[in-house]
C-alpha cells in the first residue's frame, strides 16, 4: 500500500522476553523513524535514521534499541518491556530526514506487553 | 508542547455533511500536514500546507493555514463513510510533532 511494510503485525510478550520489531521501505528513501502511538497520547517520536545513521534519539528507556543495517531496513529490538509500553509502533520513511518530506507510514506492529 | 492539537476530539456527522477539524500549534512551523489514520493502521499522508500558503485543496479536502493565529482547519466536504478515520495535524520544525488527532465518525 503505502510501500512501508512492518512485521509482525501483532506481538504479545512477556517482560522478559527478547523480541524483534521489522521495518522495510521499498520507496527509496533515506530516512526512517520509529514512532509509538498508545491510546489517547499524541504520537511519540522514538527514533529517526538518516543514511543509516541515528540522528534522533528522543529520551527512549534502554530497553528499546534500534538498528538500521541499511537504508531500505530498520529494526527495533526489544528486551525487558513493561506493561506500558505496549502500544502500536509505527514505522516510517521519508525521502529525507527533516519536516519538509512527506512521510509514508507502514501499517503499525501491535504489541502487548503481559 | 510542540505539537499540534486538534479540535474537536471527537465528531460525528451524516453522510453528505462537512466536516471541519481544527488544529492549534505554539512554535513557527516550515509547513503543517494532515494525516489519515484508519483503526490500528499507519498514518496515510493527505495534504502539506506551507508556511507561506493560506490556502489549499485536495480533491474534496480544503486547508487552510493561519500563522499569525498558529492555526489550521482541514474541511472534509461531502463526507462518506469511508472518511471515518482519526485524522492528526503535524507541525514541520525542526522534526515533525503529531497531536492526539480528531476521531471523526461518518454516519452513512
Known amino acids: 500500500e503505502t510501500g512501508v511494510t512492518q512485521t509482525p503485525r501483532h506481538l504479545v510478550m512477556g517482560m522478559t522476553n527478547k523480541k524483534s520489531l521489522k521495518c522495510e521501505q521499498h520507496l527509496g528513501h533515506n530516512a526512517m523513524y520509529w514512532y509509538k502511538q498508545s491510546a489517547k497520547k499524541p504520537l511519540e517520536l522514538m527514533f529517526v535514521?538518516?543514511?543509516?545513521?541515528?540522528?534522533e534519539n528522543n529520551s527512549v528507556p534502554s530497553r528499546f534499541s534500534p538498528e538500521c543495517p541499511n537504508s531500505s531496513h530498520l529494526f527495533l529490538h526489544l528486551h525487558t518491556l513493561q506493561p506500558e509500553d505496549s502500544a502500536l509502533y509505527l514505522c516510517?520513511?521519508?525521502?529525507?530526514?527533516?519536516?519538509?518530506?512527506?512521510?509514508?507510514f507502514g501499517p503499525g506492529t501491535r504489541l502487548t506487553v503481559l | 508542547s510542540q505539537q499540534g492539537e486538534e479540535d474537536p476530539q471527537a465528531l460525528s456527522i451524516q453522510e453528505g455533511e462537512n466536516a471541519t477539524m481544527n488544529c492549534s500549534y505554539k512554535?513557527?512551523?516550515?509547513?503543517l500536514q494532515w494525516y489519515r489514520q484508519n483503526s490500528g493502521r499507519g498514518l496515510v499522508h493527505l495534504i502539506l500546507i506551507r508556511s507561506n500558503e493560506r490556502e489549499k485543496h485536495s480533491g474534496r479536502l480544503r486547508v487552510t493555514l493561519d500563522t499569525s493565529k498558529k492555526s489550521s482547519s482541514l474541511l472534509i466536504t461531502a463526507s462518506r463513510a469511508a472518511d471515518t478515520a482519526s485524522y492528526f495535524c503535524?507541525?514541520?520544525?525542526?522534526?515533525?510533532?503529531f497531536g492526539t488527532g480528531t476521531s471523526l465518525t461518518v454516519i452513512p
Open positions: 512554535t513557527s512551523i516550515n509547513n
Open positions: 535514521y538518516s543514511l543509516e545513521e541515528r540522528v
Open positions: 503535524a507541525t514541520g520544525g525542526n522534526q515533525f510533532y
Open positions: 516510517a520513511s521519508s525521502y529525507s530526514a527533516g519536516s519538509t518530506d512527506t512521510q509514508y
